[in-house]
Structure formats: C-alpha cells, structure tokens
C-alpha cells in the first residue's frame, strides 16, 4: 500500500500539542530529567571510556529513519574468501553509564525510549543519547564491535565482538539507500547491503522463519501541524533488519553456549490459530492449498490488495506471547527447554539499540564477557532477573503510548465530519461478535472500530459512516 499523508489542521497544533501533554500525564510518563542524572551525564560525556582496539579504518555507515541522531548501529560489508564480513558497531552505553548510578536508576525507571509527535521521551539523556554515546559521522565513539563471517549462501560461519574505537563516515536513510540501489547508483557498501539482506532473507524462508510485510500506520509532525499515514516497508528496511537480526541471533547463540543470558522468546502458535487463519483466507478468497506452508503463503501475498492485507493484519494474530527470557546455569536456573523465537525460527536477543532499550545493555555485556573470556560483570548477573519484567512493562507503555498517540491524532483529523461517509476496507472481526470489527480508511489514513446490522464482510471495501470522533476520550467510530 503506497504511503498517504493527511496533514492536520496547522491552526489546530497548539490543542493536540496540549493534548499530547496531558496524555503523558495521564500515563505518568516523565519528560523532564533529575539534576543528579544531567550532573552525571555532562561528566560521562566528557570522559568516555575508550577500549584500546582501534577499528577507526572501517568506513562504517549508518541507516536510521531521517533525522534521527540517537544512532545505536553502524556497519561496515566486504567481501572475504567463499562469502562476506559484516563488522557492525553497536553503541557502547556502558562506556558512559556507572552501574548504580543516577542514569542508571533513571533508565532502570524508563526502560525504553517512547516515540510521540511533538517530541520523543528517550532513555537516556540527550547528552549521550544523541550526542557522545551516539555513532554519529566523523566522530569517534567506543563500540561493541562485532565481526560476523557468512559463507557465500549467508550463512554464520564465525561471530565475534571485541570493544573498539570506530568512526561512522555517513549517516543514511532507507530511501536514499532505496533510491541508490534501485537506480544502479549504490556503491559497494550499498551494494552488499542489498546482496547480504536478499541472502539472510533467503536464509530465514529457508529457516521457516518469516516476517510480515504490513503497512505501518504513523503520525509525524510536518509544516506546522501533523500528518497521518500509511508506511510501506522498503526492501531496504528489510535488508538493514537483517543485519540486526543476524547480529541479534549470534548473540543469542554465544548466550546459549555460555549458560548466561537473556532470549527474545516467542513460542510456536497453537494449531488451533492456524486453523484460524484458514477460515479467515477461505473468507478473503485468498488461496492457500494445503501444500502451502504459512510462510510460503505470506511470502507471496501482495499488501497493496486489500484482501492480502486483511490477512496479513489477522497475521499478527500470532506474535502474540512474545517475552523475554534471563537465565543463568551458574545459579541453577536454566535456559527455556524451546529458546527459539517462532517467526524468525532461531533464538535471538534483543541486543543491538541500547541507547534506546535498556535490556540490550545487559545481552551486549553479558556477551562481550563470553567472546573475550571473561566473568559477566557482577552489576548485569545482580540485575539480569530483573530485566524481563522491566522490559515486558517498558513493552506494554510503548504499545500504550503508541496506540493513544495515534487514536488522539485520528479523532482530531476527523472532528466536526461525524455524518460523514468513507471509503474503507474491513480488516478485522469481533471473533464473538462478527457485527463488530475493524475498518482501515484508504483516505484518510486512519484505523478504527467499525459496527453494522450485520456480520462485516472481512476483507471488502465497503462505505462507512463516521459516528465518533472525540479527542477528549481518543475515540473515533464508525458504522456501516
């Protein structure tokens, strides 16, 4: 589905700028920082902690949404004999942050970095967040460094991580890189990140693993005001994920080895779900034979038809029970007897945005430890029973904040036009009461409860009439 943008009303800026502010209060999230933890971060950024390995000879790059400048991630690709080497840098908070330390108290309490349109709530201050810490071009930054060896079919062959000095020479954005490689213009490090993703993308079907391919809806501000819309995924958002995931499930398998770590587990949905999801194809006409497995059935599927992207949404049906895992063979306390993450079909770590989520600071230390034959700091075993909860909770806020960021921007886009009539495809259903479901706009980008007279027809295009639109309670509805 391409993207469409829907700006709100310029004139209207200051009330949902307000309303955001009240939201935050509402869901106590905190914005301004403790004086002991800036007092903290001013020195931490002018003393780093610097490893010894210089790596500054890698020409690394980053690809991160424009703007950005909390930048976790840096890679530098190139070829080796029979396959690649992938060296990528990873954000060294802990050169920064002193384990029981006011910032470390503060990002213990904030989890992770919440995104809102006038202004995100970051995880760290943004001293370090995006500046010292940040893997900004021309700077040099202390980073947990990996190296990954694939073979020529993208296959790990070796993964290690050192601490190191690295400086990023170019900060990216997934439509340049986009733009580059489909106009025959990317150079050689563009051109292996294309190479390498369509390899792990091939190693991933071939693992059974699968990702789903669904239009992101997002608010951004933009001229004033806001805009509301629908973001297709690029090829080059998943070729860069891949780099992230990879480096995600080699960490995983050093944890593993070593008995110490923390997994990103979601379990095998139930039959029952895929069966499921059968009635629900059967009623899209999308046709998927017995011979076809799930993930072959998604691979082919195409998001800008409405129907396949009604059954991509009843898809995510089944990430559901995703969690975080911490375990420690030294304290008797065992990996899970199934480690594995369902749709990627590997164990895998969340390890790799430490500026922004505060667990992967633990799976970075915890495997730096293991690569360079050391002990696991004493502050990450103390703690490490700990995160699981800390993240789940941090997980459950981002979704909240996400959710009524969104649903306040679509009821302010549409007050004053209740009465009015849209155009709309039905994307979901009330699985108890099929009268009730969920109806995604093409114009404007909105999503929403939707009720009729009579079961909604899953999956067509159909005419809705707005309701509901109230920013004070975030509610926007329709009817058929």
């Not at 980053?62 to 530098?76: C, E, F, I, N």
């Not at 806001?226 to 992230?244: E, F, K, M, T, V």
């Not at 080699?250 to 059968?278: Q, W």
């Not at 690569?371 to 103390?382: I, K, N």
Request: proline content about 7%; aromatic content about 4%; overall charge negative.
């Amino acid at each position: 589905m391409p993207r469409r943008h829907l700006s709100v009303r310029a004139a209207e800026t200051a009330r949902i700028n307000h309303e955001l502010a009240d939201l935050r209060t509402r869901l106590e999230i905190r914005s301004d920082w403790p004086p002991e933890v800036l007092v903290e971060a001013d020195r931490a950024a002018s003393v780093p902690r610097l490893p010894d390995l210089d790596a500054t000879d890698l020409e690394m790059f980053t690809v991160d949404p424009p703007g950005s400048r909390d930048l976790d991630q840096a890679m530098h690709l190139a070829h080796r004999d029979g396959g690649y080497r992938v060296h990528y840098a990873i954000a060294d908070v802990a050169a920064f942050v002193t384990p029981g330390g006011a910032i470390d108290a503060e990002a213990a309490r904030r989890v992770q970095t919440l995104y809102f349109p006038d202004g995100n709530v970051p995880l760290h201050p943004a001293r370090l967040a995006e500046g010292a810490a940040s893997l900004l071009p021309g700077e040099l930054r202390p980073a947990l460094l990996w190296q990954i060896d694939l073979d020529a079919d993208g296959a790990v062959v070796l993964a290690d991580l050192r601490r190191a000095q690295v400086r990023s020479r170019r900060r990216l954005d997934y439509a340049t890189v986009q733009h580059a490689v489909d106009s025959g213009t990317a150079d050689e490090q563009l051109g292996l990140l294309a190479e390498i993703g369509r390899l792990r993308e091939a190693q991933e079907q071939a693992r059974g693993g699968i990702s789903l391919p669904i239009p992101e809806q997002e608010v951004e501000a933009e001229d004033g005001g806001y805009r509301l819309g629908y973001r297709a995924p690029r090829p080059a958002d998943g070729w860069n994920a891949q780099i992230s995931l990879l480096t995600g499930m080699a960490a995983a398998e050093l944890m593993l080895d070593a008995g110490t770590g923390i997994l990103r587990t979601l379990p095998a949905a139930p039959e029952s779900a895929y069966a499921r999801l059968r009635r629900v194809a059967a009623a899209l006409h999308v046709d998927w034979p017995e011979t076809t497995s799930y993930p072959e059935l998604v691979r082919s599927l195409d998001p800008a038809r409405t129907a396949h992207a009604a059954f991509l949404n009843e898809c995510t049906g089944l990430l559901r029970g995703a969690g975080y895992h911490a375990f420690d063979a030294a304290r008797g306390i065992a990996p899970p007897a199934d480690p594995g993450h369902a749709a990627l079909a590997a164990p895998y770590t969340h390890c790799t945005a430490p500026l922004r989520r505060l667990g992967d600071r633990y799976a970075q230390e915890i495997c730096v430890a293991v690569a360079g034959g050391t002990e696991v700091p004493d502050w990450v075993r103390e703690a490490l029973f700990d995160v699981p909860e800390l993240m789940e909770s941090g997980d459950r806020r981002a979704h909240e904040v996400e959710r009524a960021t969104v649903d306040l921007v679509e009821a302010e886009l549409l007050r004053g036009r209740e009465g009015e009539e849209f155009d709309a495809v039905v994307v979901d259903l009330d699985d108890r009461r099929p009268t009730v479901g969920t109806v995604q706009l093409t114009d404007p980008a909105v999503v929403a409860k939707c009720d009729g007279p009579q079961p909604l027809p899953l999956g067509e295009r159909v005419r809705a009439r707005l309701t509901t639109a109230d920013p004070a309670t975030r509610t926007v509805r329709f009817s058929l």
